[in-house]
């Protein structure tokens, strides 16, 4: 392509042509506009939808940490009500990856890695307890790391937040341990109790910063509110506080309690980005807390629906009404303005199956 002539050389071939050059109007330029030093450039990766078919076809599938329930990579959080045992499952599962040896039923993917447990939640008696006995305290592997919050110190000048001096000093311990797995329990803590969506917002970005630039998986745990009813399917609306907290999140489980047995728990999916579902309301995984020696553990004994483990009065309500009664008394009640999970919730049917008879009706 010929190169352009300079502008005086246009101005002198037109005088002895006789006429005149009008110059042409230079368009302003996108990093003219937002930025000089043309640094924008650099905000997006642009290619065909071919070529991110290609590039995806090469990348490695999602190694699991957890089965389908957390991925090597992710942000995922896990949440349930105070004292269903979130802190025994999340040290169980750092112990599992730490030694690379999977939690049956739940598949592994990984080699043996470096795991840092953020603990707001224990103190080092608690801690000790859960994991000794009579004839010796359980041995952890030298690639499990655990780190104990020390509240009697004040946030320090320079930081412009508590969150943001949480943020840092958690990185500090990551790279200090050189750890590639980051479970916080729990959140709220982190988040000084507060149920403010933007300091909800700006936490989850400091995670996925710090997952992305450390290249970390990291596992939050949560709480449920207070007043949850026990007799509705748990969802993603569960999660206490900002529902931000969710969408940020790659993936979210949770811990239910059973209706039907004061000792017996399920794992229910909630969200999923790297699987398919597998453990949805109608094959929630069972299991139970034991300590066969030192070591306090979940034992997953089978599946099952979730409907089962709800609380009684929803169950004897769905079982005396057959499949043409409740779908007759779903019609009813979404016609008075109940929406789908208020019926969901009152006659505890699950939300998919209100879903679904309400589009066959209409």
């Known amino acids: 392509m010929p190169s352009e002539c300079p502008e005086y050389i246009e101005k002198l071939r037109a005088e002895i042509r006789g006429y005149t050059v009008w110059p042409a109007k230079r368009s302003k330029r996108a990093a003219d506009i937002v930025d000089p030093h043309n640094e924008c450039r650099y905000a997006f990766t642009v290619g065909t939808g071919n070529r991110w078919m290609e590039l995806g076809q090469r990348a490695p599938a999602a190694k699991m940490l957890f089965g389908e329930l957390w991925h090597k990579g992710e942000l995922c959080i896990l949440f349930a009500d105070t004292n269903v045992g979130k802190s025994v499952l999340a040290v169980q599962i750092g112990n599992s990856i730490a ?49 104990q919050y020390n509240p009697g110190i004040k946030v320090p000048d320079g930081y412009s937040s508590f969150d943001e001096y949480i943020i840092a000093g958690i990185e500090y311990k990551i790279r200090q341990v050189k ?91 909630i969200k999923q980005r790297n699987t398919a579902q597998l453990y949805g309301e109608d094959n929630v995984c069972l299991c139970r807390i034991q300590k066969p020696g030192n070591f306090l553990r979940f034992h997953f004994t089978g599946n099952s629906e979730e409907a089962r483990h709800l609380r009684t009065l929803h169950l004897r309500t769905r079982n005396t009404l057959n499949r043409d009664d409740i779908s007759q008394k779903i019609t009813e009640l979404s016609a008075t303005g109940l929406t789908q999970r208020q019926i969901s919730q009152q006659l505890g049917v699950s939300l998919g199956k209100v879903n679904k008879l309400l589009r066959k009706v209409g």
Request: hydrophobic letters at 40%.
């Open 99 to 147: 030694l690379g040896r999977p939690i049956a039923p739940f598949a592994l993917g990984t080699k043996r890695s470096t795991v840092l447990y953020i603990d707001f939640e224990l103190t080092e008696k608690q801690f000790y307890k859960r994991y000794a006995h009579p004839r010796g305290s359980y041995n952890f592997t030298d690639k499990f790391f655990r780190a």
């Open 179 to 269: 750890a590639s797995v980051l479970i916080i329990d729990n959140i709220t803590c982190l988040r000084g109790g507060t149920e403010n969506a933007t300091i909800a917002l700006n936490l989850m970005q400091n995670l996925k910063a710090l997952k992305t630039e450390l290249n970390l998986s990291i596992l939050v745990l949560a709480h449920t509110p207070k007043k949850r009813n026990p007799g509705a399917p748990i969802s993603a609306d569960d999660l206490h506080g900002s529902k931000l907290l969710i969408n940020f999140a790659d993936s979210a489980f949770s811990i239910g309690k059973s209706s039907t047995d004061q000792g017996l728990c399920y794992l229910k999916q």
